[in-house]
């Protein structure tokens, strides 16, 4: 590239023990909606990543000895200021993630504000136990202690939003962090950055190390100061941190995977089911682990349902996230679009039936976005339950269609892949809807909606989905350690 073409791209730099430090290596971020390197993101190993993590060390006893009050006012200030940005953090979000600027504006950013309100709020709510035995005169207690130094690594889909789902609980239980967010989305992580020191966060409670899964990801995890590691990702990664940090018995909190069915059956209001299964199918470009992407539909409704699922599919506009009356933006790399491409070339080739979207319909772009990452809502019908397109995670706009017939069977059949992270039901009948919902192997449940969140209550999956919870409760206990303390008097 010449001289005027790399000073025109974004350079982030690390931010460590409350400064921005450059690296002396760095890798390419590209804007998916056209193509084209708009960013360098530091490509940081060991020495950057020990950096950060004695800074954090160094910054653990000022800030763990803080209230929770204290520290809830300094998270609370942070939200306002992030909140103060929100279009420059959604534009910013649209433009290096690929999303539409709809999506960034009304749930990412804001859902990235209301994380830090809701830990800065639920950590004065916390309580412990105790107990007494009077007849050997014993009083027991608990009380609980922030870890030490969070290694928090956070994914491409959602960046922002899934980053402050775990920093804001890490620090405001007094741990300090270093975080890596993805390298191809690091844009409003380093933004955030910028904010820190007016919110009243001290140096090294928050440092951000960017880099790559193999390199700064693997030196995070390999190190020794850092007893606690979060991820969101995939499962394969999961393996990969699961292995590396055993030597380290270090405690993990994995949010992988799924393959999320839709079980909807013939007493369903589809006035209500079928936009929603639409957005629960294509949001975010399919791009959310809760996405469904199996659905599983009575055999007396298949044929209606299909028709109206489809054209209400096709009514979603493929184009510039930029443009606000976009419904689906670009897949997040050349990659991941090739990836997902492959799965619908397969399901047709195993004689499965794509009713819309890719290789079906023509994509009209716009001038600027023709080198860029896009795809249709594809919708995929009749793929047997053992093909890759209904066991494997795609993570794209495509969703699989099948008919089923009786309850029994479609339980066993929603239960057959590897993952269970979310599932949705869609039913007119309660009794229906609460044994199905049992029987489920899914961390989450959702009946006649989808996505509706408490972050009170416990987030997380089931087998290959992941490893333990989030939420109020779930992530103050796995943000803490808990000591129990006997007194005899």
Same mark, same amino acid.
């Given at each position: ?22 690296? %002396?290596?760095? /890798? ?25 993590? *004695? ?8 800030? %763990?000895?803080? %209230? ?51 830990? !800065? ?56 962090? /270093? ?46 100061? /850092? ?16 292995? #590396? ?48 992407? #199996? ?43 090739? *990836? ?81 992270? !979310? ?40 087998? $290959? ?6 939420? $109020? ?17």
């Amino acid at each position: 590239p010449t001289m005027a073409h790399s000073q025109a791209l974004l350079v982030l730099e690390n931010f460590i023990g409350g400064k921005f430090v450059p690296c %002396s290596s760095y /890798v390419d971020s590209y804007n998916p909606s056209t193509g084209d390197v708009y960013c360098r993101v530091p490509d940081s190993g060991k020495e950057e990543v020990e950096a950060a993590v *004695k800074a954090a060390k160094d910054a653990f006893p000022v800030w %763990s000895s803080k %209230s929770p009050l204290e520290r809830s006012e300094i998270l609370n200030k942070l939200a306002d200021l992030i909140e103060h940005d929100l279009e420059a953090f959604a534009q910013a979000e649209s433009k290096d993630q690929g999303k539409t600027i709809t999506f960034a504006r009304t749930v990412d950013i804001p859902r990235a504000v209301h994380n830090f309100r809701f830990f !800065a709020s639920s950590i004065l709510h916390h309580v412990t136990e105790c107990t007494e035995m009077p007849a050997v005169g014993c009083v027991h207690y608990t009380s609980r202690a922030p870890v030490g130094v969070a290694g928090l690594i956070s994914p491409w889909n959602l960046p922002l939003y899934l980053l402050t789902w775990k920093i804001a609980p890490a620090i405001a239980c007094g741990n300090t962090v /270093v975080a890596k967010p993805s390298e191809m989305t690091s844009v409003t992580a380093w933004m955030m950055c910028k904010l820190l020191e007016k919110a009243g966060v001290p140096p090294g409670v928050v440092n951000v190390v960017f880099g790559t899964g193999a390199k700064a990801g693997e030196a995070l995890v390999c190190h020794p100061d /850092v007893p606690l590691i979060s991820f969101t990702g995939s499962t394969l990664t999961a393996q990969r941190i699961m292995e #590396r940090s055993a030597p380290h018995c270090k405690r993990l909190s994995l949010e992988l995977g799924g393959k999320n069915p839709a079980i909807i059956f013939d007493d369903a209001d589809l006035s209500q089911c079928i936009p929603t299964t639409v957005r629960s199918s294509f949001a975010n470009q399919g791009e959310i682990c809760l996405c469904t992407s #199996r659905i599983f539909v009575q055999r007396g409704i298949y044929n209606e349902f299909l028709k109206r699922f489809v054209a209400e599919a096709k009514k979603w506009k493929t184009g510039n996230p930029s443009d606000p009356t976009v419904d689906v933006g670009a897949l997040i790399s050349k990659e991941h679009l090739e *990836k997902v491409r492959n799965y619908v070339k397969k399901a047709q080739a195993e004689g499965a039936r794509v009713l819309c979207g890719e290789g079906v319909d023509p994509l009209a772009l716009p001038l600027g976005n023709q080198k860029g990452y896009f795809m249709l809502p594809t919708i995929i019908a009749e793929a047997k339950d053992e093909s890759c397109c209904m066991q494997e995670e795609i993570f794209g706009p495509v969703t699989c269609v099948v008919a089923f017939d009786t309850e029994e069977e479609v339980i066993k059949r929603a239960n057959g892949v590897k993952y269970g992270l !979310a599932a949705t039901v869609w039913s007119g009948n309660v009794g229906r809807v609460h044994r199905v919902a049992h029987r489920l192997q899914s961390g989450l449940v959702w009946t006649n909606c989808w996505l509706v969140r408490d972050l009170n209550l416990p987030f997380g999956g089931m087998k $290959a989905s992941g490893i333990g919870r989030e939420g $109020a409760k779930d992530s103050y206990e796995f943000f803490t350690e808990v000591k129990t303390i006997t007194i005899k008097h």
